[in-house]
Structure formats: C-alpha cells, structure tokens
C-alpha cells in the first residue's frame, strides 16, 4: 500500500514557475513508476508526466514539453514537477500516481495509487 501526498499548488501569473511535491509512504517507493496528471473542470484526467523508477526514463505530453520537469528522490520517497512558463491553459487539478509498472507508464489506468490533487491556478 502506498500514500501520496501532493503539495505546492497554488496561483501564480502567467510565465510564472511552480514546483509540485508528492511525498509517498511506504519503504518500496523505489520500486514505483511515478507520474503526474491533471483535471481542468469538465475535463478528463489527462497525462503530464511520468518518471520511471530509478529516474533515468521519463516522458512528458507535448503540451508541457520543455516547460515541466519531472524528477524524483528515492531517498526522500518524494516525486516532484518543476512547471516554468506557466499558461493558463495549466490551470487544473495536480495528481500524483504511483505505478507497479517499473517504466513510465502515460495512461491513468496503469497507475495504481493516487493521491488528493492540489489545484494549479494560473492568471492571465
């Protein structure tokens, strides 16, 4: 079993920066693929980010790609999304996921934990 706890959220001015924690229980973290997604009102839950479990893979969507970072100590059992060059259109709830699947895993059924969400709101 495992508990993810996000925090960081908040509002920020377009092209502003972010930096999102999830922070997991459990001694088996390392063993987790590590993702991120996120759900504007009326909206599906949609990828942001995924890492694999010891770091060296990652993937991003497209609409985020070369504005988030995601990354992840193992030793802090914490994942974490740096957002810079905030838009808008960023606005949404922020989930961490936790996966069995080692890889990164981009579709929200592959993941088996997840934790409460914290809002993202972005100002134009």
């Known amino acids: 079993q495992v508990q993810l706890v996000e925090s960081g959220g908040g509002l920020v001015q377009a092209g502003g920066s972010l930096r999102l924690s999830c922070a997991a229980s459990?001694?088996?973290?390392?063993?987790?693929?590590m993702g991120w997604f996120r759900q504007a009102p009326g909206m599906e839950r949609e990828f942001v980010a995924a890492?694999?479990?010891?770091?060296?893979?990652?993937s991003y969507a497209d609409s985020v790609k070369g504005r988030f970072t995601i990354s992840r100590d193992n030793a802090k059992n914490t994942v974490y999304l740096q957002m810079n060059s905030l838009k808008p259109e960023d606005t949404a709830v922020y989930y961490c996921?936790?996966?069995?699947?080692?890889?990164?895993?981009?579709?929200?059924?592959?993941?088996?934990?997840w934790g409460q969400g914290t809002q993202v709101t972005v100002s134009s």
């Open positions: 996921g936790a996966s069995r699947i080692t890889m990164v895993a981009t579709t929200a059924p592959r993941y088996d934990y």
């Open positions: 459990g001694r088996t973290f390392s063993s987790y693929a």
């Open positions: 890492i694999s479990w010891s770091g060296a893979s990652t």
